[in-house]
């Protein structure tokens, strides 16, 4: 395998002279993960740098989208915080926990939080006063992430191999879709279903209060599941967070794909993609603005006729710096909106036949009166009979919301 000339550069520098003998030690390890931090800072710093010479008094929109990039460069350093503190979570979960390991490894769990909690103050010490409510509710998100992630090491520490491994990153997965079978918010219900075809996948959906009473409903799939995929989502989950937070959830559908889009692309160095739909229903002027990446679009039910809301736009880590089309559609009362993922349609029965979209509309359409807990519970038992015993081979996701 040939690595970078840049990696190459820093892990003789680690005293890693070739990582394909074996593993290198815990030393070596953490000085190339310093040495990896320090050029991703002196990055960040350039950046800032390069946005601070520019003329930001042409406009009021110059300096909307300086401040914007400003949060974005503190987005990605928050990723990339949150990587690191995987990567040394993930040596304490393969460590042996017995005796004076056990010690050792929660030791270890201390330092990373500590580290983790300096790095957020780092990041965030700059804001303005008037965002210390903002920025504080960003670091405890996050804390309190360092605080599952070290309870479910805890918890599972007298598992060992890849076993261990999968169930971790499965438990955390389960942390990142809403728990409430039901969601209420004024003007909509939602019920939604989510089921990985393995311990842990690459689906994601996700409900937030955004201002004025509007309400973000998105759904991703990353490509393929397993580990690597499911930690992609926690990267789209901490993204649409941040974006939220550091907007006040003034937002639109595009914005936040855009920076979804950033964090994924830095993640997954395009190895790994992820289709979404992110959807704003304002209960006010009782439209959906609608933005897709590469994604299924969602379909809107409305007496006998099925309408799919179609955008353009490629999947987050295709591209840098990828612009997604918004579409805005008016709703009317006992609409019934639903989201999904391709491993709904495309699940095989025992003969070899895929689901299919047709008979997901034809099934909406004949529960569209139900409320979305009787819709969503439908479509699961029809699933269920279709593919029999067959186990599905991708994760099946779909989100069902009623207009009131």
Not at 157 to 186: F, Y
Request: glycine share 6%; proline share 4%; with cysteine.
């Amino acid at each position: 395998m040939e690595l970078d000339l840049l990696l190459q550069r820093q892990l003789r520098k680690s005293g890693i002279q070739d990582p394909e003998q074996g593993p290198p030690s815990r030393e070596a390890w953490l000085d190339l993960l310093q040495r990896v931090h320090e050029e991703y800072r002196r990055s960040r710093e350039d950046r800032e740098l390069l946005t601070r010479s520019l003329d930001l008094s042409t406009s009021e929109m110059n300096i909307l989208k300086a401040r914007l990039e400003v949060d974005r460069d503190r987005l990605l350093a928050v990723v990339t915080s949150i990587g690191d503190a995987l990567g040394m979570f993930q040596d304490v979960a393969q460590a042996p926990t017995s005796g004076e390991d056990s010690d050792t490894a929660q030791e270890v769990i201390t330092e990373v939080k500590g580290r983790f909690t300096s790095q957020l103050t780092e990041l965030y010490e700059d804001q303005e006063p008037n965002s210390d409510t903002y920025v504080r509710n960003v670091r405890e998100q996050f804390l309190r992430l360092a605080d599952v992630l070290a309870s479910l090491i805890r918890s599972t520490a007298h598992t060992v191999g890849m076993k261990k491994e999968l169930e971790l990153a499965g438990a955390i997965q389960h942390l990142l879709v809403p728990t409430e079978d039901v969601i209420s918010r004024p003007g909509l219900t939602i019920a939604g279903h989510f089921q990985p075809a393995a311990v842990c996948g690459g689906d994601w959906w996700t409900v937030h209060d955004l201002a004025k009473g509007a309400v973000l409903t998105a759904v991703g799939d990353v490509t393929g599941h397993g580990v690597a995929s499911a930690i992609l989502t926690g990267v789209a989950k901490a993204a649409c967070d941040v974006t939220r937070t550091l907007t006040s959830g003034a937002v639109s559908c595009g914005e936040i794909l855009e920076l979804m889009n950033t964090a994924i692309y830095e993640a997954g160095r395009q190895q790994r993609l992820m289709t979404c739909v992110a959807t704003v229903m304002d209960p006010n002027r009782r439209t959906l603005q609608v933005a897709s990446a590469g994604h299924r679009a969602p379909l809107l039910l409305r007496g006998t006729q099925v309408v799919p809301i179609t955008t353009e736009g490629p999947p987050l880590g295709a591209s840098q710096h990828a612009k997604f089309e918004e579409a805005t559609v008016p709703l009317q009362a006992n609409d019934t909106l639903v989201w999904y993922t391709d491993g709904l349609t495309e699940c095989e029965n025992e003969r070899n036949e895929q689901f299919s979209e047709r008979r997901l509309r034809s099934l909406c359409l004949s529960s569209a009166r139900a409320d979305p807990r009787a819709v969503r519970d439908e479509i699961t038992r029809n699933i269920k009979s279709f593919i029999g015993t067959r186990v599905p081979e991708d994760d099946l996701t779909f989100v069902v919301g009623k207009v009131h």
